[in-house]
């Protein structure tokens, strides 16, 4: 990553060295503190969680390439935190592509995307003079919006003037402090082109396009249109060059032409009718879309067009029509799509109530389940093999538990729970207490709370009690009063209680606000309720109702109303 980011910038890593710490209970995900960066305790996985690939290398490449980005130079004001947030959570995609392949960097890209535009802060400007709390600066707009931006510039000037500009910009500013405009003359002098408008459209201003694609065939006229309407509310029109591919058979024409307009239309002559139209044919644009594709269309767009996003869509269309035999066609082929991101994709969006894809669909779900060499594809095959409720996957249910990944090994468990829930308990019984992480340690978890096993009582209850005061102990609140609610034994319910009160009294003043209402109001008074109607249902029982009074105790007085 080093090399390569120092590859990428022109710039060698400028520091004397670089030192990764992890940090219990860190506020935030990570911070890039010049040459000792400080991860959250996320970062620290274990061989097994490893094997579905590392959850944290995005965030890893993140803080490194603040280096450059942050720490190099540095914002000049938080309005300007573009400058260092941008680029490195741009660096989680470069880093992907790089490493894993164009179709691992576009579906990065592609779920940033999906996350500012799911952010509803399209009001707000990448570069902000007003904002209530510097704070307010770290949102989807500096780091994915900006990123997307980023990854739009590189596009349309091409990756070798692209990586020349951030040298110029980092050598001409390095230990000093810039902002948008200084980015903006880097890219000028090395381009030699003016691009007021495009920091004008994205750094100094809001929102996105939405566009309404029609593509519309003539075949006596021998033409089609293709007509691109803006159709965002803000009223705001962007500028946007874009690239629309003709396809006739595999042979593919490039046209490059600028939306400049409310309603832009343009015309390409044919003779005989294209195959498929690709409009933002690379796939780059940062808007949301709607589009009169056939599926004709999309089944070339898979096959020809390429990209992680022209295969996604075609997916996505085909999984909407699948009384189409084509369709069912197209989504059965994705299964085995070269990239591992599809695979799963397609797997999870085989509808199997669906006649056309229940029975065809099924040998290939059992043989992804066996041998795909990606282990998030077995792992969701799996998933997916667990509906069909059949006796015969028991054997390969249970080989899986042990597989290597916790996400296949958990998911096994929970598909043999659907089909043999005694072999499931049994399993669930030996892999409690194990050192497990991940989805395994979800499932088995949530198995022995759910069970109400009363011979593992005192590990799961002192267990809870034996941990330090963190986050950790706080997230497994849930748990143990699901499993408090589900025993009978009652004074273990009390010993639980009385942990869970000790926990409460413990938190420091300063968090207690945030934390006393979950505590009191969730996981106390849910297991209060469950023990009040086991009360009221065996109305003679006097230990029961002692119970009740008890936990009604451990309550404030002012939470004790209503009962
Ligand atoms: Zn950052």
Redesign the pocket.
């Known amino acids: 990553m080093l090399t390569f980011f120092s590859k990428i910038t022109g710039v060698d890593y400028p520091w004397v060295k670089y030192s990764q710490i992890t940090g219990r209970d860190f506020v935030a995900g990570a911070m890039?503190n010049t040459t000792a960066t400080l991860h959250q305790e996320g970062a620290q996985q274990d061989a097994r969680q490893l094997v579905d690939g590392n959850s944290w290398e995005g965030t890893i490449a993140?803080?490194l390439f603040?280096h450059w980005f942050?720490d190099y130079v540095t914002t000049e004001s938080w309005s300007n935190l573009t400058v260092?947030?941008s680029f490195?959570?741009y660096s989680e995609t470069l880093w992907n592509e790089y490493k894993y392949g164009k179709d691992a960097g576009n579906e990065h890209n592609f779920g940033d995307m999906q996350n500012y535009l799911f952010s509803g802060s399209d009001k707000k400007d990448l570069v902000r003079f007003h904002y209530a709390h510097r704070e307010d600066m770290f949102d989807a707009v500096s780091y994915q919006k900006g990123g997307r931006i980023l990854h739009m510039l590189r596009n349309y000037i091409g990756d070798s003037a692209f990586f020349k500009s951030l040298a110029n910009y980092l050598t001409t500013n390095k230990f000093k402090s810039a902002e948008a405009h200084q980015l903006r003359l880097a890219f000028e002098e090395v381009t030699g082109r003016d691009l007021n408008w495009f920091f004008n459209q994205w750094y100094f201003s809001s929102g996105h396009p939405s566009v309404d694609i029609d593509y519309l065939y003539n075949d006596e006229a021998g033409n089609v249109k293709v007509i691109i309407k803006q159709t965002q509310k803000s009223g705001k029109g962007f500028r946007l060059p874009i690239a629309i591919d003709v396809y006739q058979g595999s042979t593919k024409t490039r046209y490059n032409v600028w939306i400049n307009n409310p309603v832009d239309t343009f015309t390409f002559r044919y003779t005989k009718r294209p195959d498929l139209i690709n409009a933002d044919a690379d796939k780059v644009m940062l808007w949301q879309k709607k589009e009169n594709k056939t599926l004709d269309n999309y089944i070339h767009q898979y096959k020809y067009a390429g990209n992680y996003l022209d295969r996604r869509e075609a997916i996505e269309f085909a999984a909407k029509k699948l009384t189409e035999p084509r369709a069912a066609e197209l989504l059965k082929s994705a299964l085995n799509d070269k990239y591992e991101g599809l695979r799963q994709l397609a797997i999870n969006l085989a509808d199997i109530r669906k006649e056309a894809v229940r029975f065809s669909f099924e040998p290939i779900f059992a043989e992804l389940a066996r041998n795909d060499k990606k282990a998030i594809v077995r792992a969701t095959a799996i998933q997916k093999l667990g509906d069909y409720k059949k006796a015969e996957y028991a054997g390969l249910f249970k080989t899986a538990v042990s597989d290597s990944s916790y996400t296949v090994a958990g998911n096994a468990l929970e598909a043999l729970g659907k089909i043999d829930e005694k072999a499931s308990a049994e399993l669930v019984k030996q892999l409690y207490g194990q050192p497990l992480k991940g989805n395994l340690q979800t499932v088995v978890m949530n198995e022995v709370l759910k069970s109400g096993d009363e011979t593992m009582a005192e590990e799961i209850i002192g267990g809870f009690a034996a941990m330090p005061m963190s986050q950790a102990k706080f997230e497994a609140l849930g748990g143990l009063s699901t499993y408090l609610a589900a025993i009978k034994d009652i004074s273990f319910v009390r010993l639980g209680v009385d942990e869970i009160a000790k926990f409460r009294d413990a938190v420091p003043e300063a968090y207690r606000n945030q934390t006393d209402g979950y505590i009191n109001g969730m996981v106390l008074k849910g297991i209060l309720a469950k023990k009040e109607s086991e009360a009221k249902a065996n109305a003679g029982n006097i230990a029961l109702q002692e119970l009740v009074n008890y936990i009604k105790g451990k309550l404030p007085e002012s939470e004790r109303k209503g009962f």
């Open positions: 890039e993140h803080e603040h942050g260092n947030e490195a959570n």
